[in-house]
């Protein structure tokens, strides 16, 4: 018989497993490839790992305006899909605008409430110095300068939003909704089809932000910590559309896993980082890989990540989530609660990601994106 | 000549040096005691580090609405000043209701943004189980079962807010109002008098939150931590009071230094720090100190240690501070910002103590209250 401390730091790591296990949304046990929909406003790394790997089958792509307009997006992610020779992933145009957000609001809100430090869309240039490019302010149907090319193929008839119905409909309770943009696409659908969110399997994004703190020391940390030292719970992709993000969170999802702003502190897009990665993929591939900007956190690579190896993910929390739509100092900031504290007005409770394994990343990130 | 890398480490501990000396309320250096006036919602460590501080010239102490109703702080800073023997000291009782708050519509914020963690005078219960004792819940004008029994002294007769007008016309440029407790004293008197904060040599206190994190891993730490987790920005004295708070952080103070929740996560008033300091003081406050109950963070108490020994602070940075008057999901919630960021609609820059030495703060409560 076993000590009674040795007994107890059993319990102990199994406790600690189990909790890290249901981080994990299920599907990475299951044999057949996972379904999932990419919604987002470009076509990424997130994208081509997801898309590349055999545990993966992406039944279709979605754009959204968030950093670039989605009819930018949507080509951005018919030529990506050109350059991966998977041109059978269907792709969709999304919403141009957000529900209630406009460019000309954020002007009068930045002169009350403030200056943004990102804009996307919108961004027309850095407040201070910064080191990553600024880039070029477009029009919302300017297709000029597309950074692999324009595409030969075309995107759906359908919108986004129908689209997103249609397929959980025709896949009930399989698709895994993959969100690395504002959510505008996914409140339409919600308030298209009332039973959008319960017939997914479940919805993962990148969006929120909790109580990051810089965990890096070189430039581009130093930089990226603009966003949130002064404002711990805004985070961009919900701060475009935060009306959308409250119905989305308001949703009965079967489960919701939140990667917000905290774990990418200690993650970067390095030159190494990509010149590893497009070494390893198809010539061209590795030649998008290459040519993409470094020094950015990691922020949708963690969602794609952690679908392909939960195991990636070092603290996560059960928390009740919405965000905040009223066009005040705090309009998109991020509203969480434990259970006995929550409102109670349909917020759902989330799986929180707060921090992950860095290193891990990067390997996941190398190996996903390699040719098979 | 020393070695270059020697160099480099001797700038940058002056660059360090100089950027804590910055941090320092310039008081520090003059010989002659330093003029303040105490507002705050009772009688703690904090008013008898400063009283009894022969560094110090407590001008008047006030009461107002907080974790006590003002009446009752009040009586309680009469009889906390006989026990002292300093009944010199004038007491003005303050505001007995916050400007806009009131406990219904409290009530009525909870149902629609969630539950407050700790209400002051309007507390009946905690959410969840919790160590610390519950204060007994009493009206605004119940003065039964005081700690220390009834005061024999009585308050001036005028009210805080025109008490703090006099005083700064009385010593112009000289007195350092200390703020413990909701601003709402401090807003009446500076919509009185539009010249009250700019008479004053400064202002300093304790509220607002920016990014704490836990420090401590006892129960009592982990239980205050509920405070900040899913909502760093909160903080009980503004949010009692977030209108009045807003009125006085753009007033024009010649210095603001803010000490809100993030140093106080690595304090705590243990029972052997109360039994030290109690075993030094005067016996009559000797018996009062034994009498606290331990477990709390060190709020106010490093605002009276900040001004009797700024080497406390081991980090602090110059921010644009505000807080939300807007009623809605993020009331009382603190506004920041870096320089280039703030609107410029009147909040000020203030010095921000982001966190001290919690071994040092001991020592200087010890100290400070020690029989003279």
């Known amino acids: 018989m076993p000590p009674l401390n040795a007994v107890i730091r059993l319990v102990s790591s199994l406790v600690t497993a189990a909790a890290v296990c249901f981080a994990l949304p299920a599907q990475a046990e299951d044999s057949a490839p996972q379904k999932v929909l990419i919604d987002d406003e470009g076509f990424s790394l997130m994208h081509m790992m997801l898309i590349n790997s055999p545990q993966i089958d992406v039944v279709g792509v979605t754009s959204v305006t968030g950093n670039w307009w989605a009819p930018r997006g949507a080509a951005m992610q018919l030529r990506g899909l050109e350059l991966m020779g998977r ?29 943004l430090t990102w804009k996307g869309a919108w961004m027309k240039q850095w407040v201070e110095p910064t080191q990553q490019s600024t880039p070029p302010y477009y029009g919302p149907n300017d297709l000029s300068n597309l950074p692999w090319g324009a595409p030969s193929t075309k995107v759906t008839p359908q919108a986004a939003a129908v689209f997103m119905i249609e397929m959980v409909h025709k896949y009930p309770g399989q698709i895994t909704i993959v969100e690395g943009g504002p959510m505008t696409n996914l409140a339409l659908a919600q308030r298209l089809d009332p039973e959008f969110a ?94 993409f900007e470094a020094g950015f956190p990691l922020w949708d690579e963690i969602v794609a990540a952690v679908l ?36 109670g007005l349909g917020e759902q409770k989330a799986r929180v990601v707060l921090s992950i394994d860095p290193r891990k990343l990067d390997e996941i990130i190398v190996k996903s994106v390699a040719a098979k």
Do not use: C
């Not at 701060?239 to 409250?246: C, G, I, T």
């Not at 905290?262 to 897009?269: E, F, G, K, R």
């Not at 059960?318 to 969480?336: C, E, M, N, P, Q």
């Open 198 to 291: 319960s017939l997914a399997k479940g919805l993962i994004y990148m969006g929120g932000s909790f109580n990051p703190h810089r965990v890096r020391d070189d430039r581009s940390a130093v930089e990226f910590a603009r966003e949130f030292a002064n404002s711990p719970r805004r985070e961009f992709n919900i701060r475009l559309d935060p009306e959308a993000a409250s119905i989305v969170s308001r949703a009965p999802w079967k489960q919701i896993t939140v990667i917000p702003v905290d774990p990418s502190t200690a993650t970067q897009l390095t030159r190494k980082l990509l010149d590893r990665a497009a070494k390893g993929a198809k010539p061209e591939v590795g030649k998008a890989i290459a040519g």
């Open 87 to 115: 041109t059978d992933v269907p792709v969709a145009q999304g919403a141009v605008y957000p529900l209630m957000n406009t460019e000309k609001a954020t002007e009068r809100w930045e002169a009350l409430y403030g200056k």
């Open 308 to 343: 392909l190896d939960p195991s990636i993910v070092t603290e996560a929390e059960d928390l009740y989530v919405d965000y905040d739509a009223a066009f005040g100092a705090t309009y998109g900031d991020t509203l969480s609660w434990r259970e006995h504290y929550q409102p």
